[in-house]
């Protein structure tokens, strides 16, 4: 009887994915990790880009066409996000974000054969930035590589220019996230003669008692942290109770208000971060956003989320989105083609995401954009920008993209 | 009535060894057969792609898992892992320019090899110590694959998998890709329903039910549990192999992970240990029900009306599939397997239910 249960469920299912008539909307396809590992994110930026959607569509959608979001949760499975991107082309969607390192791996071999437009901001390959070889990725914005290269680039500027005799430990969480920028800081390392000292710490990254003890021995001038969110609020217990100053510590991009609300906001005093974004309330988009939908009782989910930075990434990565599509129909037409998107976004000039990040120029051959970054520093109350928005060692970064995309072209000739 | 055994006579050795006795089941396996060969005609490309194909080549997998757990009665807790080398081996077989067919067979070698190696050292335990030392397999292959970039291909820990070849021929369409995990699937499904009647076989049962016991009869347990081990290895490998080939297009560690383990595991234990139509139903009720769940969750809150924030969106259907899962074990701890078997059975004396054995 049960079995029957089971069958029904799967008719349903069938019955459920009439592939859409042809629509007037432009669709984007958030397949997201909603319940699993991604979760510390993904809610936020959902809301974002749900609630920026709907500004855009009281003010008459893109170009006259409504924007239409389908977000849906893929577990952090390959499986999953294949079957959600599978299902979803059919429907007749060409833009797909999958926020999930593992999911956009998984799915881009398909993108490439099929010729859809993958957004893999923040995540996945940092070498997609190559557009010659990855077409149609787009991880618009800054690659970790980029990141760690403007880490070591303001650790230059602090230590007055040279990095001779600098001791740098970069501390990370021993799997392919954590270990992605080691190439990049050996490269530089050589080239500007600091000291590089890797600890590794395990996942889940709850036990990170012996990596600090090593910290400690190695007594490094400064900490470059490749974690996520609660992990950083685990180092700067070990670190308080290894004595070692917080203010040592630059974080990656992953750390937002809730993890400084753990560490305690005047504990945390000091704590460096490299983000990508402006965070903050106070930014024009998000205040436009709170005006025009939460005020009202509008808004998508939490209010509290507009405070979050990953409620700003949510804003900025789809700003870029959406004014990519916005120049495709402007100038390519209606109705859309993956082509067309393709050319929107490579025609992005001096866009700076309504003000959430240093302009971006985005070309055939660089769909990264020449992402920047910025160092900030959490003052107690508030993040304090240490620097510009930077782009620190762009020669040495680009060696290491153009090394590791060469690699996937020749696996793809190997065909 | 439709299981009638009425009139069905062994007259000789060869019938009454037949894999299917009662011509009901034969006609049935037939028309499924038949409707599995025809599905690219009258299925669409997604269906076929995205939920047929891998429910296939995990049904393989997960017999090649029941092989071990359900027939010689080990524990394993480490079978992504053993996938995960058959499929490393294949794609870098693959790319040195080995033909595929060939490549998928060194998959599995080269699985059952490191397979049955680490048996060697982990079938001095027994029971939990085993399962433990099998998990330990897991984590070793997670922690060389990562660590090693001569395997796992850079620091992207991305190996792009070369279209797979048939006899020279690149094989890229749905429906070519759907015959590859077909023909597989059918293959390990008939060796699988041959093995309950050899001697191997026997011998397998014979130490899952007690192993000095089966060592007093003259059966070597050692020995046999190397043998399933290294067979489950062989057989896990290539369909890691040929879930690469046909489905993801590019091997990453996560795919194999200690996750994907468990999952293999549920999948034999809720579809039934040592049942073989049981796997079929393991596999497609882990695989394929959470996404089932999704749209049918999300079919329900837009036909009924009520919003739900997307977050609970995305775990009503985990709570749902979970309580699933146990419902299940509950009703039957046997498995799904043994549901088809309850059903079967009643139909068997249909409608004569006092003749109920």
New interface residues.
């Given amino acids: 009887m ?2 029957l249960s ?1 069958l029904a ?2 008719a ?3 019955f ?2 009439v592939p859409a008539a042809a629509a007037d909307p432009v669709r984007f396809a958030l397949c997201y990790d ?2 699993k590992a991604y ?1 510390f994110v993904t ?1 936020q930026i ?1 809301q974002a880009v749900r609630d920026y959607a709907d500004l855009l569509n009281a003010k008459g959608g893109l170009e006259g066409h409504p924007i239409e979001l389908i ?3 893929h ?1 952090n ?4 996000g ?2 959600c991107y ?2 979803l082309k ?1 429907e007749g969607v060409m833009v797909f974000d999958m926020l999930s390192t ?1 999911v956009s ?2 799915v ?3 993108i490439m ?1 099929d010729g859809n437009i993958l957004i893999q901001s923040l995540v996945g ?3 997609a930035v190559d557009g010659n070889v990855f077409k149609w990725v787009f991880p618009i914005g800054p690659t970790y590589w980029g990141q760690a290269a403007n880490d070591i680039e303001y650790i230059k500027q602090k230590s007055g220019g040279t990095l001779k005799g600098v001791k740098v430990a970069f501390f990370y969480i ?3 996230f954590g ?2 920028p ?2 990049i800081l050996k490269t530089l390392a050589q080239k500007e003669g600091f000291e590089l000292q890797l600890v590794p710490y395990p996942l889940p990254g709850n036990d990170q008692a012996s990596a600090w003890t090593q910290i400690r021995r190695l007594n490094p001038d400064w900490i470059v942290s490749w974690s996520l969110s609660n992990m950083h609020v685990i180092a700067s217990r070990e670190m308080k109770r290894n004595g070692i100053s917080i203010e040592k510590y630059i974080a990656v991009n992953w750390l937002n208000e809730v993890d400084i609300k753990n560490i305690g906001p005047d504990v945390a005093k000091g704590l460096k971060r490299g983000t990508n974004v402006a965070g903050g309330s106070n930014q024009p988009l998000v205040q436009q956003i709170i005006k025009e939908l939460y005020d009202k009782g509008k808004g998508n ?1 939490d209010r509290k989320f507009t405070e979050d930075v990953y409620y700003n990434t949510g804003l900025a990565i789809y700003s870029i989105a959406f004014e990519g599509a916005r120049l495709a129909i402007k100038n390519g037409g209606w109705p859309l083609t993956p082509d067309k998107i393709k050319a929107g976004l490579e025609s992005l000039k001096n866009y700076d995401a309504n003000g959430l990040i240093a302009p971006i120029t985005v070309t055939a051959q660089d769909h990264g954009g020449g992402g920047k970054t910025r160092i900030e520093m959490w003052d107690g109350g508030k993040w304090v920008p240490q620097t510009d928005w930077i782009a620190g060692f762009q020669d040495d970064v680009w060696s290491v993209v153009k090394e ?1 995309s060469a ?2 072209a020749k ?2 000739t ?2 | 009535m439709l299981f009638r055994q009425a009139g069905i006579f062994h007259a000789d050795y060869s019938a009454d060894r037949a894999l299917f006795p009662i011509p009901a089941d034969r006609w049935m396996i037939g028309i499924l057969l038949l409707l599995a060969l025809a599905a690219p005609i009258y299925m ?4 076929l ?3 047929l194909l ?1 429910w296939l080549i995990w049904t393989a997998g997960a017999l090649g898992l029941n092989l071990i757990l359900g027939w010689a009665g080990q524990f394993h807790l480490g079978y992504a892992a053993v996938m995960g080398i058959g499929a490393y081996a294949a794609v870098h077989a693959t ?1 040195a320019g080995i033909p595929w067919e060939i490549a998928i067979v060194l998959a599995g070698i080269t699985a059952s090899v490191i397979g049955s190696v680490f048996a060697f050292a982990a079938l001095r335990v027994k029971g939990l110590y085993l399962a433990l030392s099998t998990l330990a397999l897991q984590f070793v292959m997670d922690w060389t694959i ?1 660590h090693v970039p001569a395997i796992s ?11 797979i070849r048939l006899l020279g021929r ?1 094989v890229t369409s749905d429906a070519g890709l759907y015959y590859v995990a077909l023909v597989w699937c059918v293959l390990v499904t008939s060796f699988m329903l041959n093995l309950r009647r050899t001697a191997l076989g026997r011998a397998l049962v014979a130490v899952r039910e007690k192993d000095y016991a089966a060592a007093v009869i003259g059966v070597n347990s050692f020995y046999f549990k190397l043998v399933a081990f290294a067979t489950s290895s062989f057989i896990g490998g290539v369909s890691g192999a040929i879930l690469i080939g046909t ?4 091997v ?4 194999f992970s200690v996750d994907v383990s468990i999952q293999a595991l549920a999948m034999v234990i809720v579809g039934g240990l040592g049942s073989i139509i049981g796997s079929y ?1 393991g596999a ?2 882990i ?10 969750i ?2 329900a809150t837009t036909k009924f009306g009520f919003s739900l ?3 609970t ?3 009503l ?2 709570a749902f599939y979970g309580a699933l899962i146990i ?2 074990l509950l ?1 039957e701890p046997l498995g ?1 397997g043994k ?2 078997n309850n ?1 079967r059975d009643y139909l068997l004396v249909w409608p004569f239910g006092y003749t109920k054995k």
């Fill in positions: 049960k079995l089971i469920g799967l349903l299912a069938l459920n994915v909603l319940s979760t809610p959902a977000v849906q949760d577990g499975e390959p499986q999953r294949i079957e599978e299902r059919r593992p791996r998984a881009l071999p398909r054969k390959r940092g070498d021993d799997y392919p270990q992605e080691i190439g989910g590791q690699d996937y696996s793809e190997q065909k | 669409n490309t997604l269906y792609s995205s939920y891998p790319r990562s291909g850079g620091t992207q820990a991305t190996l792009q998998a070369p279209d690149a489905f993801y297009h590019a990453t560690p996560e795919q139903f497609a009720f695989l394929l029900m959470p996404g089932v769940m999704n749209s049918f999300s079919w924030g997307i977050e969106l995305a775990h259907p985990q419902g299940f009703i799904l549901i088809y059903i």
